[in-house]
């Protein structure tokens, strides 16, 4: 399967990269060539809409290591009902996804600067991160900064399996393709329910 983004969100998605390309000459936010970040950056978040579908309006998302949006700025744009917070320790891709926020005015998207150790407790109903580290620490991050019982979505590379799941989590692979930077997965991460 490939991601395929709501056409809906072209405009606004054509606005970002262009943004990006122009705080890219000035503040290296990214190697990715211009070429690959429509498809690296945007149509790879779009593999995480179908798991946004179940969230009621008012949720809570939090993007963990969120760099320049991704993918917060997608999931943002596709479900403005929800409050989708990008978080980062990097102040200078903070700078940029704020100045995104404003551009493209996308009032529920909230960056928020710091370290995930650091920053107050977030609740979130929802969370996800793209390509941040092992499911050990992502699941630590998120007991701090989820409400109990919530899901985490990573996105990770084929070689997702040889981690270790961490107890008391039940990981289910949804395995997608993108054109040309080849296999990815969605790895759904869902806490065990008490007494199972």
Do not use: C
Request: charged letters at 20%; proline letters at 12%.
């Amino acid at each position: 399967m490939e991601p395929r983004l709501p056409s809906e969100l072209n405009p606004a998605l054509g606005r970002y990269l262009v943004l990006l390309d122009k705080w890219n000459r000035t503040h290296a936010l990214t190697a990715l060539p211009p070429g690959a970040r429509r498809e690296e950056l945007l149509q790879d978040a779009a593999a995480l809409l179908p798991f946004l579908a179940p969230l009621p309006p008012g949720s809570r998302v939090a993007d963990l290591g969120t760099g320049m949006g991704s993918p917060a700025v997608v999931l943002a744009l596709a479900r403005p009902d929800l409050e989708v917070f990008g978080v980062d320790a990097s102040s200078k891709k903070m700078a940029f996804l704020r100045q995104v926020a404003l551009e493209l005015s996308i009032p529920n998207l909230k960056p928020l600067h710091g370290r995930m150790e650091d920053l107050p407790a977030l609740e979130a109903d929802w969370g996800t991160a793209k390509a941040l580290g092992s499911l050990d620490m992502l699941l630590g991050w998120w007991a701090r900064h989820g409400r109990p019982g919530s899901p985490f979505f990573a996105l990770k590379g084929p070689d997702w399996a040889e981690e270790r799941v961490p107890s008391g989590w039940t990981a289910t692979p949804h395995p997608y393709s993108l054109p040309t930077r080849g296999q990815r997965v969605v790895v759904a991460l869902k806490p065990d329910s008490p007494g199972a």
